[in-house]
């Protein structure tokens, strides 16, 4: 059965030329998914999930902020489009990670 987090947070654009686009995941979420997930981790601590916005679903990663403790999700181009959603708006957001069983 697949481990499964919620959250709201702020789309923020990565500055510079043809910067990635973020979700920060709140850091009580971060320290669930870190305490789940030890055993699922890959290269540079990342973690492969599948993430929903506004019923729009993808595969991705989540990959450790060493600069705030907490993960951060990429939100690609077509998921923006499809949401209708861009750098500043509050996002509501599912994970699943597909546990180690």
């Known amino acids: ?3 499964s987090y919620t959250f709201t947070a702020r789309l923020w654009l ?5 910067g990635w686009h973020f979700l920060t995941v709140p850091d009580g979420v971060s320290a669930e998914i870190r305490e789940d ?4 981790r890959q290269g540079f601590g990342s973690i492969k ?6 019923g729009h679903r993808w595969s991705t990663s989540l990959f450790p902020d060493s600069r705030s403790g907490s993960y951060l999700l990429p939100v690609k181009k077509a998921i923006r489009a499809a949401a209708g959603i861009e750098s500043g708006d509050q996002v509501s957001v599912q ?3 597909p546990d180690a069983g």
């Open 37 to 40: 997930t030890v055993a699922l």
């Open 1 to 3: 059965m697949p481990l």
């Open 49 to 54: 999930t599948t993430a929903v916005i506004a």
């Open 95 to 97: 994970l699943e990670v």
């Open 14 to 18: 990565y500055p510079g030329e043809a």
